[in-house]
């Protein structure tokens, strides 16, 4: 296996069934991988919405909502409390769910370029710079 970069339409890439003997393969793979850079941005945008979303389902009340949860009895007053911390569970445990995923096609991507195909790490650098045009635009909509 070479140590450097190569220009070359064979390679195996991450698994042993996954081997890669011509161009229109080279070329299936590139997309593969892009595809793969483009899904982890877009995971990182995932992770970032869901985590403004749960700050903004725990915001700090308004003086006009505390007048009016002290104006309640005290056993209406821990119904809130416990949508908020299971709200809070869901999103955190969502957030989890989505940094595993992120983690696993983090390294998948990380052994793909250890192929040391010059292809492939195109196809990583461009599927990242098109995931992050494509997902960030995303985080100013909430």
């Given at each position: 296996?070479?140590?450097?970069?190569?220009?070359?339409?064979?390679?195996?890439?991450?698994?042993?069934?996954?081997?890669?003997?011509?161009?229109?393969?080279?070329?299936?793979?590139?997309?593969v991988v892009l595809l793969?850079?483009?899904?982890?941005e877009s995971l990182k945008?995932?992770?970032?919405?869901?985590?403004?979303?749960?700050?903004?389902?725990?915001?700090?009340?308004?003086?006009?909502?505390?007048?009016?949860?002290?104006?309640?009895?005290?056993?209406?007053?821990?119904?809130?409390?416990?949508?908020?911390?299971?709200?809070?569970?869901?999103?955190?445990?969502?957030?989890?769910?989505?940094?595993?995923?992120?983690?696993?096609?983090?390294?998948?991507?990380?052994?793909?370029?250890?192929?040391?195909?010059?292809?492939?790490f195109f196809g990583v650098?461009?599927?990242?710079?098109?995931?992050?045009?494509?997902?960030?635009?995303?985080?100013?909509?909430?």
């Open positions: 296996m070479a140590m450097h970069f190569i220009f070359s339409d064979e390679v195996v890439l991450l698994f042993d069934f996954w081997s890669v003997h011509t161009p229109a393969g080279m070329a299936i793979s590139v997309l793969l850079a483009v899904l982890y945008v995932g992770k970032a919405r869901l985590l403004h979303q749960a700050l903004m389902s725990l915001s700090i009340p308004t003086s006009q909502q505390l007048i009016e949860e002290t104006d309640q009895d005290s056993s209406s007053d821990s119904l809130p409390d416990s949508r908020s911390h299971l709200r809070w569970f869901l999103c955190h445990f969502g957030q989890s769910l989505l940094h595993i995923a992120q983690v696993v096609i983090g390294y998948f991507m990380m052994l793909a370029v250890m192929s040391y195909n010059t292809w492939i650098v461009l599927g990242s710079g098109v995931g992050y045009y494509l997902a960030y635009p995303l985080l100013s909509m909430t």
